[in-house]
């Protein structure tokens, strides 16, 4: 019998649901299916001042105790990690998890696919993630993001609101529902059909090509282009803050970089990228995001 861990930690409980979703058509008995939990629990909703709190955490990938974790078995064939992006990094149970020496024993040796519940922006959260399991010993054979589809404004407006209110609600009745659509968290089950007809035909390496192949996997030159520039900044806020033995001002400050950045600087820049320099850089944006598209970790 074939082993199979499904592993992740979810707030609002979407991801869990996107679980549930793609492990629909795995054999039961050989899924262990396990939910991770923060010794100490986020607040949910949070307030403005919990929210950006874990900021500097999350992006110096500062771990954080967790309850003790009961696995079924010693090895596994596949693992399942599903996760979700705080601040352009994993979140903090994840990279938690990802430091667990219970969990890096069992990422050694072993086929490793992510499944992603994010707004839209993963390609630097992935990057860590892919880092550590080649660290394990562990191989990432396949990454399935899934992201709410709305325009990057709005969908920043609309996962505030259900972040500061609990509620996958639309905004003031008009804005769209937050979060990943409902068809997109139902169609999961095929992406996991996908996975499971591989793995049960042992054909793990073809898995990633398939879903690129079947648009299972989609980045956009915006998000491209916010990502390669946002983190490195969010870094020196983080490194900055993680220094002051009183960091509220700090935080508000970056609570407020933050907002004027995807609100006002990001729109202007990314019209001068489409307009100007995308054109002249088609082919180097295509080879960026074949690299995302794709598992493999970038040599340093
Ligand atoms: C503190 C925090 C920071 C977040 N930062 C990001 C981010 O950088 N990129 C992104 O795509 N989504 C981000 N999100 C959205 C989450 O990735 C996720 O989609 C949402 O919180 C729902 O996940 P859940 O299943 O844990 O409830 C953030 C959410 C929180 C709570």
Not at 205 to 230: M, N, P, Y
Request: charged share 20%; net charge positive; with cysteine.
């Amino acid at each position: 019998m074939k082993k199979i861990l499904v592993i992740h930690y979810s707030q609002s409980g979407q991801l869990t649901e996107i679980l549930h979703n793609f492990t629909r058509s795995f054999q039961t008995d050989d899924v262990d299916f396990v939910e991770i939990k923060p010794s100490r629990a986020y607040t949910f909703p949070w307030t403005s001042a919990s929210f950006y709190k874990e900021m500097p955490s999350s992006v110096l990938e500062i771990e954080t105790a967790l309850e003790p974790i009961q696995f079924k078995y010693d090895s596994y064939d596949l693992i399942v990690l599903g996760y979700q992006p705080w601040f352009l990094s994993p979140s903090i149970p994840t990279t938690s998890l990802l430091k667990h020496e219970s969990f890096l024993k069992l990422i050694n040796h072993t086929p490793v696919v992510t499944v992603i519940g994010a707004r839209n922006m993963w390609l630097n959260a992935q990057e860590s993630v892919k880092k550590r399991i080649q660290d394990a010993g562990g191989k990432l054979i396949g990454n399935v993001p899934l992201i709410d589809k709305n325009p990057n404004l709005i969908s920043a407006i609309t996962i505030l609101h259900w972040m500061s209110t609990g509620k996958k609600t639309k905004k003031w009745g008009v804005f769209p529902f937050p979060g990943i659509s409902d068809q997109d968290i139902k169609n999961s089950t095929i992406w996991g059909d996908l996975l499971y007809r591989h793995f049960s035909t042992e054909q793990l390496s073809t898995f990633q090509d398939k879903l690129i192949e079947q648009k299972g996997i989609v980045i956009s030159d915006s998000i491209l282009f916010i990502e390669e520039r946002a983190k490195k900044i969010f870094k020196i806020w983080a490194k900055g803050i993680v220094k002051k033995s009183n960091p509220t001002n700090w935080l508000i400050a970056f609570r407020f970089y933050l907002l004027f950045a995807l609100f006002c600087v990001a729109p202007i820049l990314l019209i001068i990228n489409t307009l100007i320099i995308a054109p002249l850089t088609r082919n180097v944006i295509k080879r960026k995001k074949s690299y995302f598209y794709h598992t493999e970790l970038k040599k340093s």
